[in-house]
């Protein structure tokens, strides 16, 4: 999702109203994405096959291409999700008892809004932690949400999901969330590390919140990923403009061609994009030139999609406990809801 962002010049924490509301942790230093943007490209442009993180997707342009595919009739993840939210408020705060909330990944906290305002109404919530790569944005959206919930402190961390998990505020009793289907990025062995690094910072009570997108009709999926006003296929091709733009490369954007396609043995999306013709892509600032044969597909994304009893199963062998599975109406996309039990009483 996007916002309107603030000028350069804007300096939020002295600004605004909210400032005694809004604290900031910054956890990436000035340097360290590009550094990280260098490591992936060399790696993934020299691997066999050819592979790209998906978290390149999102510059300024990949992120406005983002939003508009969330707004596509085909795209049915976002609005499924939204009315899981809007509908299970009120049983969610009651069951988790939250006094603090904790969002990873959290754009805008659009659809968390939905949750902020129960947790509110109670008076239970006192603290709300967002947790993003960009620090603008963050400081933008962090000053937004204190605005809106004049009694609620803020604490942003800015930070790298495959770096600062760790760096997230302890404290209270929280709900950490995890929304949009971002889980499905991960293939099993790094989702499951990645959800044992989550549980490793959890304490007895907490609760982890996160939103999958279920196993479907393989057609209805792929059209999701395929929607004919080709807006996916732009904003799988953009992962190629962020390496010209900021590593002086010379793809051809029209020389690939997208391919997303539903993997019933994984059962994940895979997204690709395919060179269209003998190519050889030079990136400046890497020194590097790379060939590209007609018909190589390169990986830029997979959207693992779930089963119930699988899921949970993934959640108990980490250590939580599956408490609630609620889906939409019409069944597209679940929000697990698991905790981190209390310690059993010594016999």
Not at 72 to 98: G, M, P
Not at 176 to 193: D, K, Q, S
Not at 288 to 302: Q, S
């Amino acid at each position: 999702m996007t916002v309107d962002k603030p000028s350069a010049s804007w300096d939020p924490d002295s600004a605004h109203p909210t400032s005694d509301r809004v604290a900031i942790d910054v956890h990436l230093g000035p340097g360290e994405l590009d550094r990280a943007l260098r490591r992936d490209v060399e790696t993934g442009l020299t691997s066999e096959p050819k592979e790209l993180p998906p978290k390149w997707f999102y510059d300024e342009q990949g992120s406005a291409l983002f939003d508009k595919i969330t707004r596509l009739d085909e795209y049915y993840q976002t609005e499924a999700e939204r009315s899981i939210l809007a509908n299970r408020a009120s049983e969610l705060i009651a069951t988790v008892q939250a006094d603090t909330i904790v969002e990873l990944g959290s754009g805008t906290s659009d659809k968390t809004r939905t949750v902020l305002d129960e947790a509110t109404s109670t008076g239970s919530l006192k603290r709300f932690i967002p947790f993003d790569v960009s620090e603008e944005f963050l400081r933008h959206a962090a000053h937004m949400l204190a605005a809106r919930y004049p009694r609620l402190e803020v604490h942003g961390v800015v930070g790298d999901f495959d770096r600062h998990l760790t760096e997230i505020p302890t404290g209270g009793r929280r709900l950490i969330m995890l929304l949009g289907g971002t889980i499905g990025n991960y293939p099993p062995a790094e989702r499951r590390r990645f959800l044992s690094e989550i549980v490793s910072g959890m304490r007895p009570g907490d609760h982890f919140l996160v939103g999958v997108d279920v196993v479907k009709d393989p057609a209805r999926i792929e059209l999701a990923y395929n929607d004919p006003a080709g807006v996916t296929e732009a904003f799988n091709k953009n992962v190629l403009g962020v390496i010209n733009r900021n590593l002086r490369a010379n793809f051809d954007l029209d020389a690939f061609s997208h391919i997303a396609y539903f993997d019933p043995e994984h059962e994940w999306i895979e997204i690709l994009l395919q060179s269209d013709q003998d190519q050889r892509v030079t990136v400046a600032e890497l020194d590097l030139e790379v060939e590209f044969y007609t018909g190589e597909r390169m990986r830029t994304e997979i959207s693992a999609k779930f089963r119930q009893d699988r899921f949970e199963n993934e959640l108990i062998d980490v250590g939580l406990k599956p408490v609630a599975w609620w889906a939409d109406a019409n069944g597209d996309f679940a929000v697990s809801l698991a905790a981190r039990p209390l310690a059993e009483p010594a016999t």
